[in-house]
């Protein structure tokens, strides 16, 4: 035995191979200002623990970094630091091993990396949704049962014909069971990881990959369940008896022991508040114990608190905040500090030129094209396109955290050998490293929206129902839409449809959701009171116009990076005429801005550009909802439409032009014209800006509620002194998102635009210095085949009620409009 720095160590003969036994001095553990007494502080544990951490912590930052812009995952990127750190390349540098990575500092380092890799397990068996099952479709079922089963067939197949044709060694013979199943696993949690990571965790393939993956956990248990009751029948050992049943008697034990416990904690959380802290460690105690039990047993520490998660029910109030106070110590230093262990151990130079090697080769390589194709094929058969098909296959060959910690369970148990090892980890990362960034070149989810016929007010039949999608972030932003619902209620001869949609971040959980709710009777365990106050404010809307509005509630719980599917998704299939999304920002009384939303922002970008209608972006300052009330309220809801030309101006016309159907609405309408604009009459008069306004104009003659003016003005400045007469006039301010910021009437006023996705105008309106509501519309861009085969209609009349429609302008808007930017 030999002397090593806080440790003596030496080797022994283990159950195994030959193993490393490490004597630790209890006296060297805390420095204690060993520099000024002329001591080495690598001689004592702590200062040598903390600073592996600093090392390992910051190399995977950095190799993340690196690795960042290829698509790679934080896992890669924390096990290629292990293979950085460890004997493949630095670990050959006698010095750099024995003061960092001794074997006694390694010991101490394993034991808190398993400590946090534990409690990492539990934070993803929180996020696994077991009642998902339920939801999956035959085409989830069978590539999750085929993508399971065919590369284990081959795997077994393989391993009962490869030791007719190669010799191979005891170890070899057998790891190459474990091998052969391992390659088979698509876990749920790293398959909701990587869907995650991608952005496309709540799109169409997602959901499939996300369904497909519990399947396939599902058959692996089975499969497990089948194997171990073989291998009880042919072993008649005690030991091996016990180690079976602990699964369903710990289980029992989980759910009618202590998942009461934790339930019956839950409900003494008050809505919208966090836990207090006696809770949070009450509940650290039972995973702690759920560890012990399973150590106990024969069993990963970890397998036992995954198993606790999954009973532990996900979202809000318990699993959101469970998930955020652990999440950081652990994700960010303790689970860094497992797989760069991993790494440490793993010898690239120990995979030889032999028969094993090439062996292993072969199967995995073998798994891999068993587990692709069994995805592939019945994804063709469920017609999925081939493009799809194979991002779906390419998802399910990824590996990830589950992988990995088996692989390294397998390696210290000694059941597969470290060759074995070696490959399984390196062909993991090449894999998982090319299909990442295959996959998210490959796969666009908003590819099927721009292939699909666009839909707009204005080139609708003025005759069919408007479709309207409202999306809805929080509470403050139900009045002021519905207050817009109810100035958009039309006759009976022309009904609306309104598509409600709830938008709640994904936290503590891992499978996003988009479903359809029916009001008050069918809600989700995620912000339950929530939904049902949104539900009676929209069913109180419906009862108080009924006949002539339709309305249907959807709820979605997805990533705010990829939320703007579900609205697109929605909006595709329920074929809307355009989406109203609320504004990030939020106005307190006093006309400050009170809540300043980043994340909502983006999926308002995202919806601008990649929706197949037409948008519409509400400020909300809450003056409609006290002046125009769904419950009788008399008052008169002061409108005002501004219009400078453009697409998007004459969408915001069609939409104000519906407006006019409802008697307590008052429109003022402002046509702000260059003073010059006569010079160009002749080639105006060609153009649809001029047509619809004359057609709207002409249809509210008489209208003593619409006030129609044409505003000379010369630059900027005279737009701006337009636009503040009608500050203490207006309540809802109607206006197009694009005009051409070369025009005279608006030069300059790019220079503070803050918020480009509400245009120069929009902008504008939406500063402080305005106390209305403010629609901006977009009409969602069109390609021009489609413009010249699909007319533009009429603006609606409310005062006399004909139509006249414009079905023989068609015309090309790159040479009609060409100021124009869609």
């Not at 000024?36 to 190399?59: A, E, H, R, S, Y």
């Not at 025009?743 to 120069?760: A, D, M, R, V, Y």
Request: aromatic fraction near 10%.
């Amino acid at each position: 035995m030999s002397k090593g720095l806080s440790s003596s160590v030496g080797n022994i003969q283990g159950p195994y191979t030959d193993e490393v036994l490490v004597c630790q001095f209890t006296h060297l553990i805390n420095a204690q200002g060993c520099l000024w007494l002329g001591k080495d502080p690598f001689n004592f544990t702590l200062p040598v623990l903390l600073l592996q951490f600093v090392v390992i912590t910051t190399v995977a930052s950095i190799t993340w970094i690196i690795l960042k812009p290829l698509k790679q995952s934080m896992v890669s990127a924390q096990l290629i630091t292990g293979i950085i750190l460890g004997r493949s390349f630095l670990g050959h540098i006698q010095v750099y091993s024995d003061k960092l990575f001794p074997p006694g500092g390694r010991l101490v380092l394993e034991t808190f990396a398993d400590i946090g890799f534990m409690f990492h397990m539990f934070i993803l068996g929180i996020n696994v949704d077991i009642t998902l099952v339920r939801r999956a479709g035959n085409n989830a079922v069978v590539i999750g049962a085929t993508c399971f089963f065919l590369p284990l067939a081959i795997g077994i197949l393989a391993i009962l014909i490869v030791p007719h044709f190669v010799i191979l060694d005891e170890s070899a013979e057998t790891s190459l069971p474990f091998v052969a199943t391992i390659n088979a696993i698509s876990p749920f949690p790293v398959i909701t990881s990587l869907l995650s990571d991608l952005n496309i965790l709540n799109s169409e393939i997602g959901r499939i990959a996300t369904l497909a993956s519990l399947v396939c956990d599902i058959c692996q248990y089975l499969v497990s369940v089948v194997i171990g009751s073989v291998g009880l029948t042919l072993n008649s050992e005690a030991s091996v008896f016990w180690s079976i049943i602990w699964g369903p008697c710990f289980l029992i034990v989980i759910i009618f022991a202590l998942r009461p416990i934790i339930l019956h904690l839950a409900k003494h959380i008050p809505e919208g508040q966090q836990m207090k802290e006696f809770q949070f460690i009450f509940i650290v105690v039972i995973v702690l114990i759920c560890g012990f039990l399973a150590q106990s047993l024969g069993q990963p520490p970890a397998l036992g608190t995954f198993i606790l998660g999954m009973a532990i029910p996900d979202g809000p109030p318990l699993g959101s905040a469970l998930v955020y106070k652990l999440e950081i110590i652990n994700s960010g230093l303790l689970v860094p500090a497992k797989f760069a262990l991993s790494g440490l151990t793993m010898d690239l130079f120990s995979v030889k030129k032999g028969n094993a090697g090439a062996v292993y080769g072969v199967l995995i390589f073998f798994g891999y094209a068993g587990k692709f194709t069994g995805t592939l094929i019945p994804a063709l058969y469920y017609r999925i396109p081939l493009r799809d098909a194979v991002s779906l296959s390419l998802i399910m060959c990824c590996r990830g955290i589950i992988e990995a910690v088996m692989y390294i369970t397998m390696q210290e148990d000694g059941i597969i050998d470290s060759e074995a090892y070696a490959l399984l980890l390196i062909s993991m990362l090449i894999v998982t490293g090319i299909a990442r960034p295959l996959i998210f070149h490959l796969y666009d989810p908003s590819a099927r929206y721009f292939h699909h016929q666009k839909s707009s007010i204005l080139c609708s039949d003025p005759f069919s129902e408007l479709r309207m999608l409202v999306c809805i972030h929080s509470e403050e932003n139900v009045p002021t839409l519905i207050s817009v619902l109810e100035a958009s209620t039309p006759q009976r001869r022309r009904p609306i449809a309104v598509f409600v949609l709830n938008l709640m971040e994904l936290k503590g959980r891992a499978a996003a959701v988009l479903e359809p709710t029916i009001g008050k009777s069918k809600k989700l365990t995620t912000s339950r009171s929530w939904s049902e106050q949104i539900a009676n404010a929209f069913n109180l809307f419906a009862q108080h116009n009924h006949g002539c509005v339709f309305v249907q509630y959807f709820t979605s719980i997805a990533p705010y990076a990829s939320m703007h599917d579900d609205i697109c998704s929605v909006s595709l299939e329920q074929n809307t005429n355009i989406v109203i999304v609320p504004f990030h920002k939020q106005w307190t009384i006093d006309g400050r801005v009170g809540v300043n939303s980043p994340s909502i922002r983006m999926v308002n970008l995202n919806v601008m550009q990649k929706a197949p209608c037409s948008v519409g972006i509400l400020v909300d300052r809450g003056q409609m909802a006290g002046r125009h009330s769904i419950l009788g309220g008399q008052s008169m809801l002061r409108i005002t439409m501004l219009f400078l030309g453009g697409a998007d101006d004459c969408e915001a016309l069609a939409y104000t032009s519906r407006l006019l159907e409802n008697p307590q609405i008052e429109l003022t309408f402002i046509w702000l014209r260059p003073w010059d604009h006569m010079k160009y009459d002749d080639e105006t008069e060609k153009t649809i800006d001029t047509q619809l306004v004359n057609q709207f104009r002409a249809n509210t003659i008489g209208n003593q509620r619409v006030v129609y003016k044409e505003e000379m003005v010369n630059d900027a400045i005279g737009t701006t002194k337009v636009i503040r007469t009608i500050e203490d006039s207006c309540d809802l301010c109607i206006v197009g998102k694009y005009h051409d910021p070369d025009s005279q009437l608006l030069l300059g006023l790019t220079e503070w635009n803050e918020c480009p996705e509400l245009g120069i105008i929009g902008d504008m309106l939406a500063t402080s210095d305005f106390r209305f509501s403010v629609l901006v519309v977009q009409q969602q861009p069109q390609e021009d085949k489609f413009m010249e085969n699909h007319p533009f209609q009429t603006v609606s009349c409310c005062s006399s009620g004909k139509y006249s429609l414009y079905q023989d302008h068609s015309y090309s808007l790159n040479e009609d409009l060409g100021h124009s930017k869609f």
